[in-house]
């Protein structure tokens, strides 16, 4: 069975520092790995996605992700916050076959001015 | 419209009210899902629909049943609930295995 742990349930960070989300992953296979990010009273947005080849990927809102298949993790990076960032995010393991996504229990990040 | 919308946005209802939840999808997808997300807890999958078809029920109880008429729609009719069913509910639809879209959720409670 496939699972994914976000050790970090909130982070505060402030405006401008850098931030990094943890995501570990548990699937027998070559995983396909996604984030997400939800705003207060939103859906879920795409940041970025994983699916093979460069390791490092870059998504939208100035986001990275770094696949490590030796540590079972996919984390979130950015190098500078803004205070729009404050949101919950989310880390999410697909199947190469199949459309079933699990999720992470979500980190909260807050940002101080 | 674009994307994937929801409606109600905000639901409240009583433990003997019968009510629907509707969602929309704008991408031309084949496939289209409802998650549950409560507090403290994971986003949890409830069905999965391909091609209309529904693929998954993930021991869902039957006071919630989904339906499907079109690729489009998706429909998730609600009765006699518990409050513990309150919850936000999201529908999100995908191209096959590809990234899943979601719409922005009914938060719905129920007393």
């Known amino acids: 069975a496939q699972s994914v742990t976000q050790p970090d349930i909130h982070i505060t960070v402030s405006e401008g520092a850098s931030l990094e989300l943890r995501c570990n992953y548990s699937y027998g296979a070559t995983p396909y790995l996604f984030w997400y990010v939800q705003s207060p009273g939103q859906g879920l947005q795409l940041l970025l996605k994983y699916f093979s080849g460069d390791t490092l990927v870059q998504g939208i809102k100035g986001f990275e992700a770094e696949f490590k298949r030796s540590q079972s993790s996919f984390n979130l990076r950015k190098p500078s916050v803004h205070w729009s960032d404050a949101a919950e995010y989310f880390c999410a393991v697909g199947q190469a076959a199949g459309n079933k996504l699990t999720f992470g229990g979500g980190t909260r990040v807050l940002v101080k001015p | 419209e674009t994307g994937v919308t929801q409606t109600p946005r905000h639901l409240v209802m009583g433990m003997t009210n019968k009510k629907s939840l509707k969602c929309e999808q704008h991408l031309g997808h084949n496939a289209m899902y409802w998650y549950k997300q409560s507090a403290k807890k994971p986003l949890e999958l409830m069905f999965v629909y391909n091609f209309k078809e529904q693929t998954e029920n993930n021991s869902v109880p039957s006071r919630f049943s989904p339906e499907c008429p079109n690729s489009s729609h998706l429909f998730l009719h609600l009765h006699t609930l518990q409050p513990e069913d309150s919850a936000l509910y999201l529908c999100?639809?995908?191209?096959?295995?590809?990234?899943?879209?979601f719409g922005p959720g009914t938060r719905l409670t129920v007393l």
């Open positions: 999100a639809s995908s191209q096959d295995r590809q990234e899943k879209f």
